[in-house]
Each structure stands twice: as C-alpha cells, then as structure tokens.
C-alpha cells in the first residue's frame, strides 16, 4: 500500500475531519481532482460540491458537501478549507430540500449550488 497522506478537512468554525487516507477527491473550478501520496503541490480554489476521503486503514469513505474555499496539497499534506463543510451524517435531507427551494424562489445561484451539494452528499449515502 502507498504510503498514507494527511488530511484536515476544515470549516470557519471546526475541523470537520482529520487523519490519514490513501486517496481524496473534491471539485475544484478545473473539475474534480484526485490526490494520492506524492501530489505534486498545488493550491485550487474549491467550488460547492462533495469532498470523498478514503481512510488509509480501509473502513467507510468519508463524504462530505463543502462550499467555496480552498485546497492545498504540499508534502502528503491536504488542506481543504471551506466556509462551511458537513458529513454526510450531519445532513437532514427535508431541511436542504427546504433551503433549496428557498434558494430556488429567491434566485440566488450561490445557495442553489450549496444546497444541490448538500443533496448530491444524501443521496450518495442512502
């Protein structure tokens, strides 16, 4: 197995997640890219979308929606901050349904796409 890479998955508020994995992908404004041990070091700009981590001791993918932020990869180090991020588990799918609908009827794209993330996250863990 390829050496482990470390991940700290990170709102404004809290760290979301963090430990090692062997592979994680997120959305950034260039399309979903994936990172494995020895990336070369980069810096994207992350759109809303879901991040997936896939813990380096095996076990369940960790999914989570994230907003707008950033990802730095430098040294089998991966940085992903966002203004906010959620797990899977911590998603109530009536409540995004809501706030998508609120977004629709209010016209604003930004809070579409975050909602819409959200959903993409419910739907991949039912």
Same mark, same amino acid.
């Not at 390829?2 to 990170?10: K, R």
């Not at 981590?53 to 180090?77: C, K, Q, T, W």
């Given at each position: 197995?390829?050496?482990?890479?470390?991940?700290?998955?990170?709102?404004?508020?809290?760290?979301?997640?963090?430990?090692?994995?062997?592979? $994680?992908? %997120?959305?950034?404004? !260039? *399309?979903? =890219?994936? #990172?494995?041990?020895? /990336?070369?070091?980069? &810096? @994207?700009?992350?759109?809303?979308?879901?991040?997936?981590?896939?813990?380096?001791?095996?076990?369940?993918? $960790?999914? %989570?929606?994230?907003? !707008? *932020?950033? =990802?730095? #990869?430098?040294?089998? /180090?991966?940085?992903? &901050? @966002?203004?906010?991020?959620?797990?899977?588990?911590?998603?109530?799918?009536?409540?995004?349904?809501?706030?998508?609908?609120?977004?629709?009827?209010?016209?604003?794209?930004?809070?579409?796409?975050?909602?819409?993330?959200? &959903?993409?996250?419910?739907?991949?863990?039912?």
């Amino acid at each position: 197995m390829a050496d482990p890479i470390q991940i700290e998955l990170v709102a404004a508020d809290r760290v979301v997640w963090s430990g090692q994995a062997r592979e $994680v992908i %997120a959305r950034t404004v !260039e *399309g979903d =890219l994936g #990172v494995l041990a020895g /990336h070369a070091p980069l &810096l @994207s700009l992350l759109v809303p979308g879901v991040v997936e981590i896939f813990p380096y001791e095996g076990g369940d993918v $960790v999914r %989570a929606a994230v907003e !707008e *932020g950033f =990802l730095s #990869v430098a040294d089998n /180090h991966v940085s992903i &901050l @966002s203004e906010d991020a959620f797990l899977a588990s911590e998603v109530d799918a009536a409540a995004v349904k809501a706030e998508l609908e609120s977004a629709k009827a209010d016209e604003d794209d930004a809070a579409v796409r975050r909602a819409e993330a959200k &959903l993409r996250l419910v739907d991949k863990t039912s």
